[in-house]
């Protein structure tokens, strides 16, 4: 045995070595990336001042000029980061309930043969491409939805908010379901049997006991289920259009950030115009806001856990 010890310690520091080149791979990776973004984002914020981006209200950097007054007003955000939280909250609103119940009810209430069928079935959503759901949405959801505002003399879009946040939402349901049954099952069995004993019944042991365990996990998953719906695009171009509308109706035409960025760079462009610079300044806007949605997802994990844990 003591012939191979020094081959086990040459295997073992050649692992520590490619782990740590992987890692190092990974944030160089992430540093270029980030370089690029902010580069080509400071390029588009010399042309476009970022108040003007953020609180303007009117969209069309097709119709910009060469400078000027004009050009100010074209870059105005404000309707895309609506199109964006409008389509997300609807989406979240159909897929948190259905998904953290299935989950609950998989873990907690369903048998092993149930949940041998239950879970996989489930999970072939997941699997399932994004343009599938947004062809779903032109040809089934949309008309459906149309005629349904006629029945009831409502007015409502060829491509709404409405039918994009429902597809996605229920394109995020297993995303939402697998994690928070991972989440579930990784609180101690220990925990349940305690709460039984002193005479809770399940339900109450799920409500008090297993969901407080869970909590922070839960929501880890779903600021993760936010970021998959804010970052999901064919869907949107698909079921919501590309019409840069300032409305919460979600019964109207909308558009998201994603979906404006792929626009702005499909086909020949050119990298000196305010125009496709705008691509750079939205994902950077993105990029901020979803990295402060993460520092408060972070403040409230902790505090959860400090609860839990008096």
Same mark, same amino acid.
């Given at each position: 045995m003591r012939t191979h010890r020094p081959y086990a310690r040459i295997f073992e520091r050649l692992s520590?070595?490619?782990l740590a080149l992987c890692a190092c791979v990974s944030i160089v990776l992430t540093g270029a990336i980030l370089a690029t973004l902010l580069s080509e984002a400071w390029r588009f914020?010399?042309?476009?001042?970022?108040?003007?981006?953020?609180? @303007?209200?009117?969209?069309?950097?097709?119709?910009?000029?060469?400078?000027?007054?004009?050009?100010?007003?074209?870059? @105005?955000?404000?309707?895309?980061?609506?199109?964006?939280?409008?389509?997300?909250?609807?989406?979240?609103?159909?897929?948190?309930?259905?998904?953290?119940?299935?989950?609950?009810?998989?873990?907690?209430?369903?048998?092993?043969?149930?949940?041998?069928?239950?879970?996989?079935?489930?999970?072939?959503?997941? @699997?399932?491409?994004?343009?599938?759901y947004g062809y779903v949405a032109i040809v089934s959801l949309t008309p459906l939805l149309r005629n349904w505002g006629a029945s009831m003399d409502i007015s409502v879009a060829s491509e709404s908010a409405l039918g994009a946040g429902l597809v996605m939402g229920i394109?995020?349901?297993?995303?939402i379901s697998s994690l928070a049954d991972d989440i579930l099952h990784a609180v101690p069995?220990?925990?349940?049997? @305690?709460?039984?004993?002193?005479?809770?019944t399940q339900a109450e042991t799920i409500r008090h006991v297993v969901m407080a365990a869970a909590m922070p996990g839960l929501v880890g998953a779903l600021l993760l289920a936010f970021s998959r719906a804010v970052g999901e695009t064919?869907?949107?171009?698909?079921?919501?259009?590309?019409?840069?509308?300032?409305?919460?109706?979600?019964?109207?035409?909308?558009?998201?950030?994603?979906?404006?960025i792929v626009a702005l760079l499909v086909g020949d462009q050119e990298f000196d115009s305010a125009k496709t610079l705008a691509a750079f300044g939205l994902g950077l806007t993105l990029f901020v806001i979803t990295l402060a949605l993460n520092i408060i997802a972070l403040v409230v994990v902790r505090r959860y856990r400090a609860r839990y844990a008096t």
């Amino acid at each position: 045995m003591r012939t191979h010890r020094p081959y086990a310690r040459i295997f073992e520091r050649l692992s520590v070595g490619g782990l740590a080149l992987c890692a190092c791979v990974s944030i160089v990776l992430t540093g270029a990336i980030l370089a690029t973004l902010l580069s080509e984002a400071w390029r588009f914020f010399s042309i476009i001042p970022l108040p003007e981006m953020l609180f @303007g209200t009117h969209w069309s950097p097709q119709m910009a000029g060469h400078g000027g007054t004009e050009e100010l007003e074209a870059f @105005g955000a404000l309707p895309l980061f609506a199109g964006t939280l409008l389509i997300t909250m609807i989406a979240l609103l159909v897929a948190v309930p259905v998904g953290l119940l299935s989950a609950i009810y998989l873990v907690e209430y369903a048998d092993r043969s149930t949940r041998a069928w239950a879970k996989p079935a489930l999970e072939m959503l997941a @699997g399932i491409p994004t343009v599938v759901y947004g062809y779903v949405a032109i040809v089934s959801l949309t008309p459906l939805l149309r005629n349904w505002g006629a029945s009831m003399d409502i007015s409502v879009a060829s491509e709404s908010a409405l039918g994009a946040g429902l597809v996605m939402g229920i394109m995020i349901i297993p995303f939402i379901s697998s994690l928070a049954d991972d989440i579930l099952h990784a609180v101690p069995q220990t925990l349940r049997d @305690g709460s039984l004993a002193l005479g809770a019944t399940q339900a109450e042991t799920i409500r008090h006991v297993v969901m407080a365990a869970a909590m922070p996990g839960l929501v880890g998953a779903l600021l993760l289920a936010f970021s998959r719906a804010v970052g999901e695009t064919m869907i949107v171009v698909m079921a919501a259009g590309l019409a840069a509308n300032m409305t919460l109706n979600p019964l109207e035409a909308v558009t998201t950030v994603t979906a404006q960025i792929v626009a702005l760079l499909v086909g020949d462009q050119e990298f000196d115009s305010a125009k496709t610079l705008a691509a750079f300044g939205l994902g950077l806007t993105l990029f901020v806001i979803t990295l402060a949605l993460n520092i408060i997802a972070l403040v409230v994990v902790r505090r959860y856990r400090a609860r839990y844990a008096t």
